[in-house]
């Protein structure tokens, strides 16, 4: 079944009542205040239920680096470009991106396993001084015993359909996905996509180079930011 947020039962009471025409929502506004502040409501299960009992958490990202691993003046620069967004609202999301990030400094932190598009290395963000100080991020959590970084060949193109998590749980648990999109993501345990996105997942390994030869590449690339 999808995980998703609880809703305000009075919420949906009223919606139906007023009938809710476009751009009016109770739901919606009782989601946006209950929101902790930075975090998209549909993510907020993700990373408050998922994530922190998950064992294994696999990531694959053909556009950007993956949002744990961003140091703050990278983050910045993404969510800076966002459309009619205000400066405090990049100050939550950042601040929200940070607290997430703290999940890699636990002691009994999950596995993190990421594939990432040779071309993310190239794409610039901000300027060269953020590129030159994102990939050392990448150098330094690689450096973690818990965390795996490969690039994968940009001839790939079964990885060019989008970004996506998959979360291996304890005890039996059903796998949980997140897929990303334009708008937002989709997260959930339904069978069929999950076993959609795990063999997707393991075409794009096919593609990934080998650790030490991947941190190679980040290396080269972090040089080539001058």
Request: net charge negative; with cysteine; glycine share 6%.
């Amino acid at each position: 079944m999808d995980v998703v947020p609880s809703l305000d039962p009075d919420a949906e009471r009223l919606d139906r009542l007023f009938g809710t025409p476009d751009g009016v929502s109770f739901t919606r506004l009782y989601q946006r205040i209950v929101a902790q502040p930075g975090g998209p409501v549909w993510f907020r299960s993700w990373v408050e239920e998922i994530e922190p009992t998950a064992r294994i958490l696999r990531s694959w990202d053909p556009l950007l680096i993956p949002g744990l691993l961003q140091t703050e003046a990278y983050a910045r620069c993404i969510f800076g470009q966002e459309p009619r967004i205000t400066a405090e609202e990049v100050e939550e999301r950042i601040q929200a991106r940070t607290r997430r990030q703290q999940i890699l400094e636990r002691e009994n932190a999950f596995t993190f396993l990421v594939m990432i598009d040779l071309g993310v290395l190239r794409r610039e963000v901000g300027e060269p001084e953020v590129m030159r100080e994102q990939l050392d991020r990448l150098l330094k959590r690689a450096r973690q015993p818990t965390v795996s970084i490969q690039i994968v060949d940009p001839k790939c193109l079964a990885g060019l359909m989008g970004a996506f998590m998959i979360a291996e749980l304890p005890d039996g648990q059903p796998d949980v996905v997140h897929v990303d999109s334009s708008t937002e993501g989709q997260i959930t345990t339904d069978l069929d996509t999950v076993t959609a996105i795990w063999k997707r997942y393991e075409a794009i390994r096919l593609w990934a180079y080998p650790e030490r030869m991947s941190l190679r590449m980040i290396e080269e690339a972090r040089c080539g930011w001058t």
